[in-house]
């Protein structure tokens, strides 16, 4: 375990550490504030107060599991920034909608803005799904992978998807291996040929597969994690 994971896990039970911890990444937490918002972000800014609260809740919620505390911190910080944003422009826009609308006759102006409710409903799940996809991209970007070389190197098979989701699997439950995956930015096939007995020409075929999958799997994406779910079903067997 790295020492910034250690010292991370030592804030959640010390509370005196823990504003040293907050203070010495300080400027971590600014320049994730600065890229999670696009904007140059200052400890004026209502979003340093989102930032510093978000890594505080990191801090709270990490355990080992999740792999290196930082790209952890990373992403719950980013996603409770754009929390923020999603609710700042509902009070710009939003569309105010009080009970009378509801409960009178106007049959065609009801089903007008239900309609429209609905509209943004299925906007704000849609923002949301672009929003994963820029996460998780710049993470396998990391990798040398791009997003759009998932839909050329993902099974189609049965049997293969079997294998691929094995793998996964067995990465995410084993944090040692998650972390040498994350630090060298290659598959260990060679330890999941062995330990789980899969077959290496699939692993090493649908390699960009399978790391895109433990790092959404073992991340902090709901909508992509549905796309998985058959990997959540075999763990489940």
Same mark, same amino acid.
């Given at each position: ?157 049965? #049997? *293969? %998807? &079997?294998?691929?989701? /094995? ?7 084993? !944090?040692?291996?998650?972390? $040498?995956?994350? #630090? *060298? %930015? &290659?598959?260990?096939? /060679? ?7 899969? !077959?290496?020409?699939?692993? $090493? ?33």
């Amino acid at each position: 375990m790295r020492t910034i994971d250690e010292n991370a896990l030592s804030a959640q039970k010390d509370r005196s550490y823990l504003e040293e911890f907050i203070n010495e990444y300080e400027v971590f937490i600014l320049h994730t504030a600065h890229k999670g918002a696009g904007k140059y972000i200052t400890k004026r800014d209502d979003q340093w107060s989102v930032a510093l609260s978000a890594f505080h809740e990191a801090v709270k919620s990490y355990d080992f599991n999740k792999g290196a505390f930082l790209p952890f911190a990373e992403t719950v910080i980013r996603r409770r920034l754009y929390d923020y944003s999603r609710k700042e422009s509902r009070h710009d826009c939003e569309v105010l909608i009080d009970s009378y609308t509801f409960e009178n006759d106007m049959e065609e102006e009801n089903a007008a803005v239900k309609h429209e409710v609905m509209a943004k409903t299925a906007a704000g799940q849609e923002t949301d799904a672009r929003l994963e996809i820029q996460m998780i991209s710049e993470v396998l970007e990391k990798y040398g992978i791009t997003f759009m070389e998932l839909a050329e190197s993902s099974p189609k098979a049965g #049997k *293969t %998807k &079997t294998v691929c989701g /094995k793998a996964v699997l067995y990465l995410t439950q084993n !944090p040692l291996l998650l972390n $040498e995956m994350r #630090k *060298t %930015k &290659t598959l260990p096939l /060679k330890i999941i040929e062995k330990n789980r007995n899969l !077959p290496r020409k699939v692993l $090493e075929r649908h390699r960009k597969y399978i790391i895109a999958g433990v790092e959404i799997i073992s991340g902090e994406y709901p909508i992509l994690s549905e796309y998985l779910r058959f990997i959540r079903e075999e763990d489940s067997k």
